[in-house]
C-alpha cells in the first residue's frame, strides 16, 4: 500500500519495493547532463561562461569545500574525513546526538567517489571548443541529519560542478516498514 509521499508523487515516480534498512530518493539536475544545459546554468550563475574553464570549476569545488568546513567548524558540527571503504552508516550512528529534542545537521561526512565533471576545453581564440563530460574522483558531502518527523536523514551530494545532489535517504530504524517508489528514467 503507497504512503502519503508516494501517492502525492505518484506522477514523477515508477516502481515500488518494500525496505525496513532505508528509503533511498535519487535526484536528477537536468541542466547538468548535456553541454548546453550545463553552460546555460553556469551562465545563469556567473551571468557568462568567459571564465568557464577548469580552473574556476576547480574553484568552485575549493570553495564549497571551504564554506562547508567554515560552517561546521562555526555550528561545532563534527566533520570527518572517510576512506574508501568505511561504512558511513555505521560512523553516523555513533555521532548521534543523545539529545531527544535535538534537531538539525549532528555530522558532515566527507568521502572521494566517481562522479560526472565537466572537462571544458578552450580554441584559441579563446571560445569554447570542447565541453565534455568524464567521470573522475571528487569529495562527496554526507550531511546527517535529525528531523523529528523522518529521524536520521543523509544528504549526499557531489561538491565539483554543478554540485549534483546523490542521495537523500533515511534510516529505516525511525520507521521499520517503508515504500519505495522508484524514479522513472
Known amino acids: 500500500m503507497a504512503g502519503e509521499f508516494s501517492t502525492y508523487y ?3 515516480l515508477a516502481g515500488t519495493y518494500d525496505c525496513v534498512d532505508r528509503i533511498v530518493l535519487n535526484a536528477y539536475f537536468r541542466m547538468g547532463h548535456s553541454p548546453g544545459g550545463f553552460r546555460t546554468w553556469w551562465r545563469q550563475l556567473y551571468g557568462s561562461d568567459a571564465d568557464l574553464d577548469k580552473t574556476h570549476l576547480m574553484r568552485l569545488a575549493e570553495r564549497f569545500s571551504r564554506r562547508v568546513h567554515a560552517h561546521a567548524k562555526a555550528q561545532q558540527i563534527p ?36 562522479a560526472p565533471v565537466w572537462d ?35 544528504i549526499k551530494m557531489s561538491g565539483h560542478p554543478p554540485l549534483y545532489i546523490i542521495s537523500p535517504r533515511t534510516r529505516g530504524t525511525q520507521q521499520p516498514t517503508c515504500a519505495k517508489r522508484v524514479p522513472r528514467r
Request: proline share 7%; net charge neutral.
Open 10 to 12: 505518484a506522477d514523477f
Open 120 to 154: 571544458v576545453q578552450r580554441t584559441k581564440g579563446g571560445k569554447i571548443g570542447h565541453l565534455t563530460k568524464k567521470i573522475a574522483y571528487v569529495n562527496h558531502y554526507s550531511f546527517h541529519i535529525l528531523d523529528p518527523e523522518w529521524g536520521h536523514v543523509t
Open 79 to 114: 566533520i570527518l574525513h572517510c576512506d574508501p571503504g568505511e561504512r558511513k552508516h555505521e560512523i553516523a550512528e555513533q555521532y548521534l546526538p543523545a539529545d531527544p529534542a535535538f534537531v538539525g545537521v549532528f555530522l558532515i561526512l566527507v568521502s572521494r567517489a566517481p
